[in-house]
């Protein structure tokens, strides 16, 4: 636990002082001789459920007075609360190594069932968006808080050759952030491109302004969404994944990686040859560490479940630092209520019937 106002701490040292000032009065309270013509009051007023009945008002009291300090303080403590992400967007590569049968039946059709159920276990409150990456990145819908909507665009994913990981997580990024300043025609076919088209000499114009690019963030602030990107091979094509992770953390997204496949991954018979297939890693562990978020492996298709299972109680549930003062402050007012209820039930006077 952690005080924002930890000076208020010092007032725990009157707060100690109280329980020796009690005991001290009650030393120093004149004892005063009663007659009573009966000895059986004199053993009711003595005994032990009288003795501590006296005690417990005083004692609730200070405990109050003890929950008020700390409240005072303003503590904070890590609680699980609703998590703040919103917005998702999943970036699946659908490159032809994703027909590696390691995974049974192979890797994508497991992909798309694990990544089906991740879709409809999803609290309703978050909303996703589905992105496709091969040899480019194409969005295969778009954010929507449609269930069946999501699950049948997973169904239309269609294998192409190449790996532009970077195409991927860009077209990710601007899917969540369309008013970030994104350049995705820049970043993937150069400046010049991003600049002047495709359209001949004599045609060409100046371009227009470029979005105005908002200041860069603390990697991993963004709180209203997150990018979960899977892949199962290395970049072949397309911009440097790496820095597609840097733009992600000036915007302070999170980007959650997925390296999906085992080392041995082999692909029998592709247009008559075959070749084996192996996921980097590296890579994906250095996109989700640039970018504050975390990389999953996972070499079948029970694993691939586990780390989407995951992610569906992250994003469901998150811990946190919050303030916690107003509990303190709950629990000082109910032991006072409690004392002062306490004291009136056990030691109210009753008023002789004249």
């Given at each position: 636990?952690?005080?924002?106002?930890?000076?208020?701490?010092?007032?725990?040292?009157?707060v100690?002082a109280?329980?020796?000032?009690?005991?001290?009065?009650?030393?120093r309270?004149?004892r005063?001789?009663?007659?009573?013509p009966?000895?059986?009051?004199?053993?009711q007023?003595l005994?032990?459920?009288n003795n501590?009945?006296r005690h417990t008002?005083?004692?609730?009291?200070?405990?109050?007075?003890?929950?008020?300090v700390?409240?005072?303080?303003?503590?904070?403590a890590?609680v699980?609360?609703?998590?703040?992400?919103?917005?998702?967007v999943?970036?699946?590569?659908v490159?032809?190594?994703?027909?590696?049968?390691?995974?049974?039946?192979?890797?994508?059709?497991?992909?798309?069932?694990?990544?089906?159920?991740?879709?409809?276990e999803?609290?309703?409150?978050?909303?996703?968006?589905?992105?496709?990456?091969?040899?480019?990145?194409?969005?295969?819908?778009?954010?929507?808080?449609?269930?069946?909507?999501?699950?049948?665009?997973?169904?239309?994913?269609q294998?192409?050759?190449?790996?532009?990981t970077?195409?991927?997580?860009?077209?990710?990024?601007?899917?969540?952030?369309?008013?970030?300043?994104?350049?995705?025609?820049?970043?993937?076919?150069?400046?010049?491109?991003?600049?002047?088209?495709?359209?001949?000499?004599?045609?060409?114009k100046?371009?227009?302004?470029?979005?105005?690019?908002?200041p860069?963030?603390?990697?991993?602030?963004?709180?209203?969404?997150a990018?979960?990107?899977?892949s199962?091979?290395?970049?072949?094509?397309?911009?440097?994944?790496?820095?597609?992770?840097?733009?992600?953390?000036?915007?302070?997204v999170?980007?959650?990686?997925?390296?999906?496949?085992?080392?041995?991954?082999?692909?029998?018979?592709?247009?008559?040859?075959?070749?084996?297939?192996?996921?980097?890693?590296?890579?994906?562990?250095?996109?989700?560490?640039?970018?504050?978020?975390?990389?999953?492996?996972?070499?079948?298709?029970?694993?691939?479940?586990e780390?989407?299972?995951h992610?569906?109680?992250?994003?469901?549930?998150?811990?946190?630092?919050?303030?916690?003062?107003?509990?303190?402050?709950a629990?000082?007012?109910?032991?006072i209520?409690?004392?002062?209820?306490l004291?009136?039930?056990?030691?109210?006077?009753?008023?002789?019937?004249?």
């Open positions: 636990m952690h005080f924002i106002w930890p000076h208020f701490l010092w007032c725990f040292v009157l100690l109280l329980p020796l000032i009690y005991l001290w009065l009650l030393k309270k004149h005063v001789a009663y007659t009573y009966n000895l059986t009051i004199i053993r007023a005994g032990p459920r501590w009945r008002p005083p004692a609730l009291l200070w405990l109050a007075l003890m929950a008020a700390i409240g005072a303080s303003r503590p904070t890590q699980t609360l609703p998590a703040d992400y919103m917005t998702l999943l970036a699946v590569d490159s032809r190594s994703m027909l590696a049968e390691d995974v049974e039946p192979n890797r994508i059709q497991a992909a798309q069932a694990t990544v089906k159920e991740f879709l409809r999803l609290p309703n409150n978050i909303r996703v968006g589905v992105v496709s990456f091969a040899g480019t990145a194409q969005v295969v819908q778009q954010i929507t808080d449609e269930r069946e909507a999501l699950v049948a665009s997973v169904d239309r994913f294998l192409q050759r190449g790996t532009a970077g195409s991927g997580l860009l077209l990710a990024l601007a899917t969540l952030l369309p008013n970030s300043g994104v350049d995705l025609q820049a970043a993937i076919y150069g400046e010049e491109f991003g600049r002047w088209g495709s359209k001949p000499l004599a045609e060409r100046p371009a227009a302004p470029p979005t105005a690019v908002a860069p963030v603390p990697a991993g602030s963004y709180t209203n969404g990018i979960i990107l899977l199962d091979g290395r970049r072949t094509n397309g911009p440097d994944p790496l820095a597609a992770a840097k733009q992600a953390a000036q915007r302070g999170r980007v959650y990686t997925v390296a999906f496949g085992t080392p041995n991954g082999f692909i029998p018979g592709w247009d008559g040859s075959s070749f084996y297939t192996r996921v980097d890693e590296q890579a994906l562990q250095a996109m989700a560490k640039i970018t504050e978020g975390e990389f999953f492996r996972a070499g079948n298709s029970q694993d691939l479940k780390v989407y299972r992610l569906s109680s992250k994003f469901s549930l998150e811990r946190r630092e919050t303030e916690v003062t107003a509990l303190f402050g629990a000082s007012l109910i032991l209520i409690v004392a002062l209820v004291s009136l039930l056990w030691f109210q006077r009753s008023v002789s019937k004249r």
